[in-house]
């Protein structure tokens, strides 16, 4: 990357589900972290049972990817007699590490598991040295660091650090507004503990301010006129144009948020960054090439921003929701190099500027003058999810390659 002896960074992404899980192996992920039906941050995806389990870690290991098994919840006295049973999953299963937040639990783990590596989640907080290395003593082979970090800062981590601790760095997605994601806002106003994987996630709310003898009277809070304020949202995390200095900084796994993303998310960010990664390390100095940068922003997010790596974040909060400039409108079930077969996610009609995102270069255009039912008979509209369509297409696309459109009230991005 920076220097053509940097080892290539591991580009890891997220897994909600076997959907998402697909997406990230057929998008370039050289490693996935996923959650169980226990111990997970991410209570809302459908994550995988005991058996989905043993089968994703399967499926991903014929392909050469790593899977990551969160256990990054911070357990409570009632819950501690299912752990051992946990562990002895998270072995059976074949899974390469477990992704522990609690350092009780990371000592259970450390007793019980045999094989299976031991990484220390974000939610420890580790921003130092000092707690890295005493992390490595006890037996982790990895550390997440702590978003809070500096890339300063990263590299002192690295230098005092032994090489054999990997280290690992959150690249892409939302940023949470507590101190390395312990959070108590979503637990305070709705009950949902955002420990536990529950979180409501209240700072995205939009707020504004009541006075004590006005009530009924909300007043906007920040300089802009109207609507509120959402003086808690951070903007979301986006590195791609740093990747070099992450590797030069011993950044050693590209981490993407977004358990709880859609697959089209995490075929696209994924998509981002291993192109990007490889690009970087082959062509080191140069920028990268304006397909790639442009393929995070094809994706629904909230204005991005580097967070902390270059010090302190200035204005890092944003004044509204999402972005949402591209939709995608079908996935490729074939194609044989005359007309593809394509699953409905949402309407669409012919004529209309698509293009296709598919695994291993820039997106490919894709024009659809017709559009023809199962039985090959025109159709002014494809209006209903799940139903199958053909386009002729001379291009051979890969099953799962993702057809997509601009949204017509937003620009490409």
């Known amino acids: 990357m920076a220097a053509q002896e940097l080892k290539k960074p591991e580009v890891l992404a997220p897994a909600g589900d076997r959907e998402r899980l697909e997406a990230a192996v ?56 299912q752990l051992e049973a946990f562990f002895d999953l998270a072995e059976a299963s074949g899974a390469d590490a477990l992704i522990v937040a609690d350092l009780g639990v990371f000592q259970a783990a450390r007793r019980r598991l045999q094989r299976t590596a031991l990484h220390v989640s974000t939610q420890m907080g580790v921003l130092s040295s000092l707690t890295a290395r005493a992390l490595y003593d006890l037996g982790a082979s990895r550390v997440v660091l702590a978003r809070e970090l500096s890339l300063e800062e990263i590299a002192a981590i690295r230098a005092k650090t032994p090489a054999q601790l990997e280290l690992e760095a959150f690249v892409h997605g939302a940023m949470c507004m507590s101190v390395s994601g312990r959070c108590l806002i979503s637990e305070y106003l709705t009950g949902r503990d955002a420990n536990r994987g529950d979180c409501a996630q209240p700072c995205r709310w939009k707020y504004r301010l009541v006075e004590e003898k006005r009530p009924g009277q909300y007043f906007p809070i920040g300089e802009e006129e109207g609507g509120g304020s959402y003086l808690l949202n951070a903007r979301d995390l986006c590195m791609i144009d740093h990747l070099a200095e992450l590797a030069a900084a011993g950044v050693g796994s590209f981490k993407i948020e977004g358990r709880a993303k859609s697959a089209y998310y995490v075929a696209s960010v994924t998509h981002a960054y291993r192109q990007g990664v490889d690009y970087a390390a082959a062509h080191p100095g140069q920028p990268l090439p304006d397909w790639i940068r442009q393929e995070v922003e094809k994706v629904s997010h909230r204005e991005y921003s580097t967070g902390f790596y270059f010090g302190r974040p200035g204005q890092c909060w944003q004044s509204g929701g999402y972005l949402r400039r591209w939709d995608v409108v079908a996935v490729v079930e074939e194609s044989d190099g005359s007309r593809l077969t394509a699953v409905v996610k949402n309407a669409f009609g012919p004529g209309e500027p698509l293009e296709v995102l598919t695994p291993g270069g820039p997106p490919v255009p894709l024009q659809a003058p017709v559009l023809l039912d199962e039985e090959g008979q025109p159709m002014d509209r494809a209006r209903h999810p799940m139903q199958r369509v053909q386009i002729p297409c001379t291009v051979r696309l890969p099953a799962g390659a993702m057809i997509r459109r601009p949204r017509p009230d937003a620009s490409a991005g």
């Open 26 to 81: 057929q998008f370039g992920a050289d490693a996935v972290y996923l959650g169980a039906q226990q111990f997970t941050m991410r209570a809302g995806p459908a994550n995988f049972t005991p058996e989905e389990l043993t089968a994703a870690v399967q499926r991903c290991h014929d392909r050469g990817v790593k899977v990551y098994l969160t256990c990054n919840t911070l357990p409570r006295e009632g819950e501690l007699a």
